[in-house]
């Protein structure tokens, strides 16, 4: 993160389908993903668990140069493939990094289904990355030369990563007459081989609802769960205070107007570090859009 205040442009692309099933996009994009209940920080859940799949951490970036296709064949179905900067940031254009130092490839799979007449989406997906970095296995001698030195430039390095990545959403009711109001279903799972990644295996899961209380049709709530698994590669020093990681977070949206919403918050979190003690977060936003 910056130290100082700065101004960032986050998106900046062009997206034209040739056809009404293929599309093509590039440019500088905010990349995200699109679950129905566990995708907006503003509105929805805070912590970073429920709003982004923590396997893709060293080899997809929020922000980035890059470009792409999009499949749409049938109604159903939405392929999305993209090639991007693997160091992009949201404070650089990323003239001076893309496609030099790391390439990320992604592709994502979505699958719409109506069980019962009700909404859902199934997505899968994959990323890799030719980015080098620091390989958490590492000959002993190499480690201290790199502190002797101060210097990384000895240690052993990986000249790629990759993850496995799973997502749904669907609801399991819908308020009748109403579009996008009801209660649903969420879910992630991520995998990595743990080699770069201090995350090898992720999962989430919770309940989202909006609309469900008459007369609040743009109240919104959730409650999710959590758990992650460190690599088992990490350096042994490490590895012995290191434990999986898991939380929950409740949240309630109050749409005060159209234009002001708060949202109180409150989370329980067990961290990676062993001699860290559970966490209790309780947190409110505010969102004023205009």
Known sequence: MPEDDVTA??????????????????????????????????????????????????TFPLVALGGGVILHPVDWLTVSTLAIDSEGTADRSGFDTVFERGTTLYQMAEFTIKPFGLTGHQRIGWTWSDRSRIQFEQNPRNVIGAIITESTAGLERKGHDGSFLYDFDQYLYAVPGKKDRGLGLFGRFGLTDGEVNP???????????????????????GVGYYYLTVSDKLPRVI???????????LYYNIAVTPWLHITPDFQIIEPTREDVDTTLVAGVRMKIEF
């Open 199 to 221: 995350v090898q295996e992720f999962y989430s899961i919770g309940l989202g609802g909006k609309g469900m209380i008459p007369g609040r049709d743009n109240d919104s709530f």
């Open 239 to 249: 590895e012995r205070r290191t434990r999986e990681e898991q939380g929950v977070e």
């Open 9 to 58: 442009l986050t998106d900046l692309y062009y997206l034209q389908f040739l056809a009404p099933w293929v599309g093509v996009m590039a440019g500088k994009m905010s990349l995200r993903e699109s679950n129905v209940f566990a995708s907006n920080e503003t509105e929805q859940f805070m912590n970073t668990a429920f709003n982004f799949n923590a396997a893709l951490a060293t």
